[in-house]
């Protein structure tokens, strides 16, 4: 079972949350992020005020994960979904629309918090782990 880890996962993992530390243990090897979440995580650690720990400790995070690119068919599954929930007058935060595109086209669940961002798009799986 492989995973794709939101934003918000791999920022309590960077916190030191042990939940998630041992998620992270448990799933070694079949951990991945999109590169949108990578986006994130550098923005986080790039902050004017942040401590540069957070970028060493983003650093740490890279060797744990795979780097999921953004390509065509997630562009593809993003356009799919998007105009389903348009169509329907409802929408989803584009970053996160991204993300769930890219579980989804790599046949993997996502991991997230934030369910409920995720919560209206076909054929996701979600898992939350901050919950123990």
């Not at 448990?26 to 990578?38: C, D, F, P, V």
Request: proline share 4%; net charge neutral.
């Amino acid at each position: 079972m492989s995973f794709v880890l939101d934003t918000d996962t791999c920022s309590a993992y960077l916190k030191g949350n042990p939940v998630v530390w041992k998620r992270f243990l448990q799933y070694s090897g079949n951990l991945h992020i999109s590169t949108i979440s990578l986006a994130e995580l550098f923005t986080w650690s790039l902050r004017a005020k942040a401590s540069p720990k957070r970028l060493t400790a983003l650093h740490n995070l890279l060797r744990d994960v795979k780097i999921l690119e953004v390509t065509q068919d997630i562009a593809r599954k993003f356009g799919e979904i998007q105009a389903a929930l348009l169509d329907a007058g409802d929408s989803a935060p584009v970053m996160d629309l991204l993300i769930a595109a890219t579980a989804l086209v790599n046949g993997f669940r996502l991991v997230t918090h934030n369910v409920q961002d995720f919560a209206n798009m076909p054929g996701l799986i979600v898992e939350d782990w901050l919950i123990p």
